[in-house]
Each structure stands twice: as structure tokens, then as C-alpha cells.
């Protein structure tokens, strides 16, 4: 399968320029220029980095030239550290993954859309041209029903970028939070510098057990990574609503690497067939789980990942429910970096 040449072992800069306050406290004492330098020194070969409008649009839709400069400063600091970047549109105007964000309307409203366009068309002016460098169209598209029309958004908006990055890697998501499922549905790609990209929480009731912000979920439920499949089945539908859970085979053996292995292996037979590179933008366990249950899950999701070439970004580097470098990884930390 072709692959993402570059961005093999990746890690996401989460809660720096997206899901935060968007103050100038933030943006400048989150993530510092060292940073970039420690996350080389551990091995990474990418990052990816995830804004908000905010950064970089004011109130009237003109651009920020704070907020540019600091993606400036970011793709120089990767250049710097010999990494890539992939720069991720998180939150556009009207559409958030994250439903708390209140963002609404952008696949029903052709101005949002437009803003849309406006927005890639001034990065890929700006930035297009930098050897180091994806573009993220939009991250994690939630609802399947927006499936059509997010084909005919990506088109226009790889025309607009077109213009001016002809070359350059535009990564593209579909239904679902970048579901696996989705892939099958994205339109063919549109030349040969399209990436598919999704997202890697499964199953998500061990990956985001006890999380405060998953409705149904109780804070203090935990389970072990190496349970059956019926045990799965069990605690999906007693902790997380229908449309979340994860499907399993229909057998009570133990989860294993075979589960990721089945569970991409229609994806990589689309992108092979497509000529295209797959890639995981997302993947990671939440920081309530026991570290060791934690490595289990790495060390098989890792497996398929070398099988099929994928290459992938942790979430998260730092704080975010996901930290990497945050203590409750410390006993597991140079075990995980030998798979990740």
C-alpha cells in the first residue's frame, strides 16, 4: 500500500491552539520552542498540530496575522528539529466534533462553507509551498448524513488549495470522528497527493473508560484491555450509547491484535485499489486506565499498524486526558515508544 512518506511515528500537540481558551496566556506558555526539540529527541518523525478558527480569523472573517505567525513559528521549529507537520483545521465556523463548542450549520450554509474555502486558500498562499508540511482539511465530520455533501466540500476545497500548494499532502477524513467505516465513502482521491485519514479509539469503551465527557459513562468504571469479546459487548452497551459501540466478532474469545488487523483491513483494501496513502491522525488511551492494560493495547494496535504501513500520531503530547509525557505514562513510557 503506498504510504505517507515522513509521517510514520507522529504525536499530536492537542489543547495548544484547539479545545483550549484561546487566550495569548495559552498559546504562549502551553508548548515552547523546546518542545519541538524534546518530542525529536524521543523519536518522533511528525507532529500534528490542530487549530481553531480563533487562531487565526477575527470576528469579520479578516485573518490574524498573530495567529499565522504562530503557525510560522511552528512549521520553522518542526524544520528546525527535522520534522513534518501536519497543520489540522480542528473547529471551522459552524462545525465543531465536539458538540459542546456550539458551532453549527456548515454543511447546510454555503457563507460557512465559503469561509471554509477562504480559510485553506490563505494557508495554502502562505504556507503551501513548505517542503514539511500536510494540510488537514477539517477534523473528525461527525454525522453520516453529511457524507455527500462533505465529498463536494473536500473537492472545492482541494481546488482552492490547488491553486497555490499543487503539490503539497491534503489529508482528508470522513463520517463517524474520521471513522475507519468511512473510508469506503470518501470520494476518489482527487490526485495523487491525497491522503485518507482516520481516527483509532477502539474498542472506545476500554480507550475512554470513565471518561467525564462520554454520556452514559460512569467515572469510576475500569476494565482490564485483555477481556473477551462478550465482555466488550456487555460493558458497550451498559456504558456508552448505541450509536458509539464498537462492533466485535461474534465469539467470546480474548481481543487480540487480530481485532485491529480485521478492523482496517477493508480500508487498506479500499486504499490500495484507490492508489492512496491511509494514515491515523488520532489514536490513544485515556489516562484513567492502568498503565499496563494501557501497553497491551499499544502493542496490538501497533502490530497492524507495521502490518498494513500505516503511519499514525498519538494523542496527546501533553495534559489533554492523553498526556504522553505526563507521569501517569512514566513506568510504560520506553516501552511505548518502542511501538508507537
Known amino acids: ?39 525529536r529527541r524521543l523519536g518522533f518523525d511528525h507532529v500534528r498540530i490542530p487549530i481553531d478558527y480563533e487562531l487565526i480569523l477575527n ?17 520553522r521549529w518542526s524544520k528546525d528539529n527535522d520534522l513534518n507537520m501536519i497543520l489540522d483545521l ?7 466534533f465536539d458538540d459542546g463548542e456550539k458551532e453549527s450549520g456548515f454543511f ?57 500548494a499543487p503539490d503539497i499532502k491534503i489529508l482528508v477524513g470522513g463520517y463517524y470522528n474520521n471513522s475507519i467505516e468511512a473510508i469506503k465513502d470518501l470520494d476518489e482521491p482527487y490526485d495523487e497527493n491525497i491522503v485518507y ?5 477502539s474498542p472506545l469503551i476500554f480507550t475512554h473508560q470513565g471518561a467525564y465527557w462520554i454520556k452514559g459513562m460512569d467515572e ?27 462492533a466485535f466478532p461474534e465469539t467470546n474469545d480474548l481481543i487480540d491484535a487480530s481485532y ?12 490500495e485499489q484507490r492508489g492512496v496513502a491511509l494514515y491515523c491522525g488520532e489514536y490513544g488511551v485515556i489516562d484513567r486506565a492502568d498503565p499496563n492494560e ?16 500505516i503511519g499514525r500520531s498519538l494523542w496527546s503530547y501533553k495534559e489533554m486526558d492523553f498526556g504522553f509525557v505526563d507521569a501517569h505514562y512514566d513506568m510504560i513510557r520506553a516501552d511505548l515508544l518502542e511501538l508507537i
Open 1 to 39: 500500500m503506498k504510504e505517507l512518506k515522513g509521517y510514520r511515528h507522529g504525536i499530536n500537540l492537542g489543547g495548544w491552539f484547539s479545545q483550549c481558551d484561546h487566550s495569548q496566556k495559552r498559546y504562549d506558555q502551553f508548548i515552547h520552542k523546546d518542545d519541538f526539540s524534546r518530542i
Open 59 to 75: 470576528k469579520d472573517c479578516s485573518f490574524k496575522e498573530d495567529g499565522m505567525k504562530r503557525i510560522e513559528n511552528c512549521i
Open 90 to 96: 480542528h473547529k471551522t465556523v459552524g462545525f465543531s
Open 108 to 164: 447546510e450554509n454555503e457563507d460557512l462553507q465559503q469561509i471554509f474555502y477562504e480559510i485553506w486558500r490563505e494557508l495554502a498562499k502562505r504556507f503551501g509551498k513548505e517542503g514539511n508540511l500536510s494540510f488537514e482539511l477539517l477534523n473528525e465530520v461527525s454525522e453520516k448524513r453529511f457524507c455527500k455533501t462533505w465529498n463536494q466540500i473536500v473537492r472545492k476545497a482541494i481546488e482552492a488549495i490547488r491553486v497555490y
Open 197 to 201: 485519514n482516520f481516527h483509532c479509539y
Open 220 to 246: 469510576d468504571f475500569r476494565m482490564p484491555f485483555e477481556s473477551s469479546y462478550e465482555t466488550y459487548r456487555t460493558n458497550g452497551r451498559k456504558y456508552i450509547d448505541k450509536e458509539y459501540e464498537d
Open 260 to 271: 485491529f488487523k480485521d478492523l482496517f483491513k477493508e480500508a487498506v483494501q479500499i486504499a
Open 294 to 309: 494501557t501497553l497491551k493495547w499499544y502493542k496490538c494496535i501497533s502490530e497492524a499498524f507495521e502490518m498494513y504501513h
